[in-house]
């Protein structure tokens, strides 16, 4: 994570913090609960943050679409001076209004720019409509008006942020402070940010990426962010400028774990691009023409120098969403189509994939151990997906609109037994459009696998395996969805209306579960004081004996 002592010191309003009691009365007031229940006890509602309060009504249309959390801890600063130098650009403004805290990790972004995007295949023909070019620009320079250098504030921003956004701006909070406004916010004017993402273990202070719905992509230092008073985005690399490359939305920024400074950004076209932080990307990036749109292709850039390095062609139409396994080898993705894909990177291959049951995919997370993916969307179901099965193997019953948000809960851990049956046991969590957050536990030695429905009798069920389960999925195969009869299905441990408007993100953290809805407000629900979790990396799934819940 990003280093040094370097204070942070930003123009601040005080806003005194939001009565509890008067919180809890406007909550009720909606039929809302401050708290859910769980077997292992009630989940309370800490914390919820918001846009500030002098956010005019118009931005409230546009709402999160991510949220992100990072932890900024001592690690030396390595110089940001230390980039090739890059070419000029604009800068975009940072505005200051009722920010009293720094942040840092994923940064949240919302809705709809003002800006007309062109639906583009990126095939590098040439011209910036087809995406020939590859520019990068360099963003720097002092605040407006202050004679202040970035670095010469006295806090040393340490602590865990939560970075969220509304419309075009991303905010940054402290999540565990009493403030309900943000303590800083940037502004990127007639652009909105879509996509973020942080890497904790960047070891030269760029460790924060921004992607537009402009097409335009940014890593900086989220710390350098915080140290700089003024309202610029300051230190940071400008990638694929004015969407010379791809003038497509940016659907989703990822940086590769174990591959320090590779990250890829996945457009609504359906392409991938794999860049490295490192290259100033002035050299010209132009790939073959897809011939086609059909069919997964890789295309590497024809000089070393370029940036990006590699066209990844996913799908025809959108990527909804991205996701790596922890150890960097497999990515995820999802798109309109309604098909997961999941690619060996390194080998770029495609692995195998499949169909939603109905509708589009808008989501997926994988299991910190690589074994299980999470995919949600249109159809209202969670699907289970193993990776050494290649297919479904259970789906999750208990939302009434489309899935937007799914992840896996690595640092729960049930409760311990001294029954030598253990099995695996899996927490996962999903957000919808019906307001909802639900929890579930899988367990996959407790799944009922049912058999299909004997001609003229009842449907039976069975452990045994029945056709969908027994087929052998051929690598590289993107199958058809299932039957309902086919797969085992899940009940959720937990059903709780948590917002009064749809919800957009789920992250789940060491002390608690965050949740953020259309309307620009981000809830924090800490566990059960009594609850012992895993370790922060929690890369090994949790053994016992209990079996599914609900």
């Not at 449907?459 to 056709?467: L, N, Q």
């Given at each position: ?18 009565s509890?009691?008067s919180?809890?009365t406007?909550?009720?007031s909606?039929?809302?609960k401050?708290?859910?229940?769980t ?14 309060s002098s956010?005019?009504?118009?931005a ?6 991510q949220?992100t ?22 800068s ?10 720094v ?5 949240g972004?919302?809705?709809?720019g003002s ?28 605040s407006?008006?202050?004679s ?6 006295t ?5 865990t ?9 991303l905010y940054i ?11 800083k ?7 909105n ?32 962010q915080?140290q700089?008073?003024?309202k ?6 400008h ?5 010379a ?6 659907m ?41 749109q ?7 850039a ?6 990006p ?9 959108p990527?909804n ?30 692995i ?6 109905y509708?589009?995919l808008l ?23 193993s ?18 948000g ?5 640092y729960w ?8 049956s ?11 459009q019906?307001t909802?957050l ?5 367990a ?7 058999l299909?429905?004997?001609?003229g009798g ?10 969908h ?6 690598v590289?195969t993107?199958q058809p969805?299932p ?5 085992p ?11 009064s ?15 953020a ?16 979790v895993s370790g ?6 949790v ?8």
């Open positions: 994570m990003i280093n040094n002592e370097a204070a942070v010191s930003t123009t601040t309003t005080t806003v005194a913090p939001p509890t009691s919180s809890n406007a909550a009720q909606l039929g809302l401050n708290f859910f229940k077997p292992e006890g009630r989940y309370k509602l800490r914390h919820d943050k918001a846009h500030p956010l005019l009504p118009y409230l249309a546009k709402s999160i679409t949220i959390l990072a932890d900024l801890k001592d690690q030396p600063v390595q110089a940001v001076a230390n980039f090739p130098a890059l070419q000029p650009s604009s975009y403004s940072v505005a200051s209004s009722g920010v009293r805290y942040t840092s990790k994923f940064l972004s919302s809705g709809n800006r007309m995007l062109g639906f583009v295949g990126g095939n590098g023909t040439g011209s910036k409509t087809n995406g020939g070019a590859s520019k990068s620009g360099h963003v720097g320079g002092l407006n008006g202050s202040s250098t970035v670095g010469s504030n806090s040393d921003g340490k602590g942020y939560l970075i969220f956004n509304v419309g075009d701006t909070t402290e999540l565990n402070s009493e403030e309900k406004d943000p303590i916010s940037i502004s990127f004017g007639n652009s940010p879509v996509c973020h993402a942080f890497d904790s273990k960047a070891k030269d202070g760029h460790d924060f990426l921004i992607g537009l719905n402009t097409g335009d992509v940014y890593s900086g230092s989220l710390r350098l915080l700089d008073v003024g610029k985005l300051v230190g940071a690399h990638y694929n400028k004015d969407g490359l791809n003038n497509t939305r940016c989703g920024v990822a940086w590769i774990p174990e591959r320090d400074g590779t990250f890829v950004a996945a457009h609504a076209d359906g392409n991938l691009y794999v860049y490295e932080k490192s290259k100033d990307g002035s050299v010209e990036s132009s790939f073959p023409v897809i011939k086609d059909t069919q997964f292709s890789v295309a590497h024809r000089s070393s120098k370029s940036n390095i590699a066209r990844w062609h996913i799908c025809q139409g990527i969403a991205i996701a790596f396994s922890a150890d960097g080898r497999y990515l995820a993705t999802v798109g309109r189509d309604g098909y997961l894909r999941v690619f060996d990177y390194l080998n770029e291959q495609l195998c994939g499949g169909k939603s049951y509708g589009a989501c997926c997370a994988w299991s910190s151990d690589g074994k299980y993916i999470l995919t949600g969307g249109e159809d209202d179901l969670v699907q289970v997906w990776m050494e099965d290649r297919k479904v193997v259970a789906w999750g019953e208990g939302h009434n609109s489309w899935v937007s799914v992840a896996f809960d690595s851990s049930p409760p311990t037994s001294e029954d030598e253990e099995s695996t046991v899996y927490r996962f969590g999903s957000v919808g019906d909802q639900l929890l579930w536990d899988l996959m030695d407790e799944l009922v696998v049912p299909r429905r004997p001609p009842s449907p039976t069920y069975s452990r045994a395996h029945s056709s389960w027994d087929n052998v999925v051929t590289g993107l969805a039957s309902t009869k086919d797969v299905k899940l009940a959720p441990l937990v059903a709780h209306r948590v917002h408007e749809p919800l957009s993100a789920l992250i789940f953290s060491r002390e608690s579960i965050l949740t809805s259309r309307d620009g407000h981000v809830k924090i629900w800490t566990r059960p004081s009594d609850v012992q922060s990396d929690a890369l090994t799934p053994k016992a004996a209990s079996s599914v819940s609900g």
